[in-house]
């Protein structure tokens, strides 16, 4: 993957564990049903898309802005 989007989960992941949250209670709080998708995306298997970044924000309680703010000030100044 692009070091923009290592740097977006990056945030995701670091937003998750302030929080002490596991995968599995992220995914919890996201209404997921499928065990997994946290995990996936972590790892790089697979894509976020914006919706599931929402979720993932408020799952976290935390205003999805400020959370794509934070993403923003992480990416390199060239995206490829």
């Given at each position: ?10 945030v995701l992941v670091d937003a998750r564990k302030r929080q ?39 799952a976290l309680s935390l205003d999805e802005v400020e959370l ?13």
């Amino acid at each position: 993957s692009s070091p923009a989007y290592e740097a977006a989960i990056s945030v995701l992941v670091d937003a998750r564990k302030r929080q002490g949250l596991t995968q599995r209670e992220l995914e919890r709080r996201m209404g997921q049903t499928y065990h997994g998708m946290v995990a996936k995306i972590e790892t790089r298997e697979r894509q976020i898309n914006l919706i599931e970044f929402v979720g993932w924000a408020r799952a976290l309680s935390l205003d999805e802005v400020e959370l794509f703010r934070e993403v923003l000030a992480m990416l390199p100044a060239e995206i490829d």
